[in-house]
């Protein structure tokens, strides 16, 4: 079947290859000619919001998919209209692209979130620190992702420059929450409505970015997974949804709390590709073709190490035992992911231990 995946960074590298195991063609639509998903896909390269050579693209493919959420749900909608099978839902895209009505979803499931105002003015941001508390997270409704768009308020003083930063744009003030630490879900449904967990799995930010994943999740976090598991099944069994799907939580003295949806794969299961029975990457393919889906049954403990705005070099991290090395071929930037590093093995990683601290050492995290 023809494939047609909508972005080509390295998500959508990543399942053109998945799909090509599968004997798929797959195909992707990008603004930039160099994108990475270009080297195994074919590439029409058009604007997200070029109406006529999206509707051309969907028009020369069996099943649609995305894995760039920055585009406006309503002309995804618009060619989910064509006829073509186009998953995950746009309609849920709609609304994870949107930190307030991605948070009213949640509420109305009973999953658990950090409180939150809506904020349209410095007005409305001073009745949220009133009512929230002083310490508090505020970030722009829509198009924000690693970190941008986003602004810590510690005390009153702050919520004018911080106004003035973001304002003039919808934004929301979040309580800050007191997390143990981050983990997400990664899942997938397939068109049937079976549904598969990969373990859940422990993250690591800096600077608002991913330096780290850890699977599967150890005690007494892991204690958690039927939670998790159960929160993502509802949302997924909500929005009749189709493929993969991502639920970053914080982990508080209470719970869970669900930070973030990804109506996609999520950089926080690429270790699945070396690390699981079936790649996140393998499982969405297989639910858009209307397959069984596979196990996801962790070879072990993973550990999982971006590589942002530079590589390392390739012969130093190979040599670590369990190691592979993922190049996307993209040029380095600060705070740009150019690639990951993965290492399987018998006993979990610790971050101040060999291996998984040479492989620290090694990879580049350059955020700018
Ligand atoms: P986000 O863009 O929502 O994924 O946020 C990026 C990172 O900022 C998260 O992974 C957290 O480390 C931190 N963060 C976001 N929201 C909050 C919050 N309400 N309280 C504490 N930390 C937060």
């Known amino acids: 079947m023809r494939i047609g995946i909508i972005g080509g960074g390295q998500l959508g590298r990543m399942l053109a290859l998945a799909a090509h195991s599968l004997g798929h063609e797959p195909h992707a639509y990008d603004p930039n000619s160099e994108a990475s998903a270009g080297d195994v896909a074919r590439l029409t390269v058009g604007s997200f919001d070029d109406r006529d050579r999206l509707a051309a693209f969907a028009d020369r493919v069996d099943l649609l998919t995305y894995e760039?959420?920055?585009?406006?749900?309503?002309?995804?909608?618009?060619?989910?209209?064509?006829?073509?099978?186009?998953?995950?839902?746009?309609?849920?895209?709609?609304?994870?692209?949107?930190?307030?009505?991605?948070?009213?979803?949640?509420?109305?499931?009973?999953?658990?979130?950090?409180?939150?105002?809506?904020?349209?003015?410095?007005?409305?941001?001073?009745?949220?620190?009133?009512?929230?508390?002083?310490?508090?997270?505020?970030?722009?409704?829509?198009?924000?992702?690693?970190?941008?768009?986003?602004?810590?308020?510690?005390?009153?003083?702050?919520?004018?420059?911080?106004?003035?930063?973001?304002?003039?744009?919808?934004?929301?003030?979040?309580?800050?929450?007191?997390?143990?630490?981050?983990?997400?879900?990664?899942?997938?449904?397939?068109?049937?409505?079976?549904?598969?967990?990969?373990?859940?799995?422990?993250?690591?930010?800096?600077?608002?970015?991913?330096?780290?994943?850890?699977?599967?999740?150890r005690p007494p976090i892991d204690a958690l997974t039927a939670t998790a598991e159960d929160h993502v099944r509802r949302l997924a069994e909500r929005y009749s949804y189709v493929g993969t799907l991502t639920v970053e939580f914080f982990v508080t003295g209470l719970g869970l709390v669900a930070n973030e949806t990804a109506p996609r794969v999520h950089n926080s299961g690429h270790w699945t590709i070396d690390g699981a029975g079936t790649?996140?990457?393998?499982?969405?393919?297989?639910?858009?073709?209307?397959?069984?889906?596979?196990?996801?049954?962790?070879?072990?403990?993973?550990?999982?190490?971006?590589c942002v705005g530079g590589l390392p070099d390739p012969a130093t991290v190979l040599a670590i035992p369990g190691a592979q090395l993922h190049d996307y071929r993209k040029d380095a930037r600060p705070g740009r992911k150019v690639g990951h590093v993965t290492l399987v093995g018998t006993e979990p990683f610790e971050p101040d231990r060999a291996p998984l601290k040479t492989l620290l050492a090694e990879t580049p995290f350059l955020v700018g």
């Open 68 to 217: 760039f959420e920055n585009i406006d749900a309503a002309i995804l909608e618009d060619l989910a209209s064509r006829g073509v099978p186009f998953d995950p839902s746009p309609r849920f895209l709609a609304l994870s692209q949107d930190r307030l009505l991605e948070k009213r979803a949640l509420v109305d499931l009973g999953i658990p979130v950090a409180p939150h105002r809506a904020v349209d003015s410095l007005a409305d941001l001073e009745r949220a620190q009133a009512e929230l508390g002083a310490r508090l997270v505020v970030k722009t409704r829509r198009l924000g992702y690693d970190g941008r768009g986003q602004r810590r308020i510690h005390t009153p003083d702050e919520l004018r420059s911080v106004w003035e930063a973001l304002g003039g744009t919808p934004l929301i003030a979040e309580a800050f929450i007191p997390f143990l630490s981050e983990v997400s879900l990664v899942a997938t449904r397939g068109r049937d409505g079976s549904m598969v967990f990969y373990a859940l799995t422990e993250n690591l930010h800096e600077h608002g970015i991913l330096r780290l994943s850890r699977a599967p999740a």
């Open 279 to 306: 790649s996140q990457f393998a499982n969405h393919v297989r639910a858009l073709a209307g397959y069984p889906l596979g196990s996801t049954r962790p070879h072990g403990h993973v550990a999982m190490a971006n």
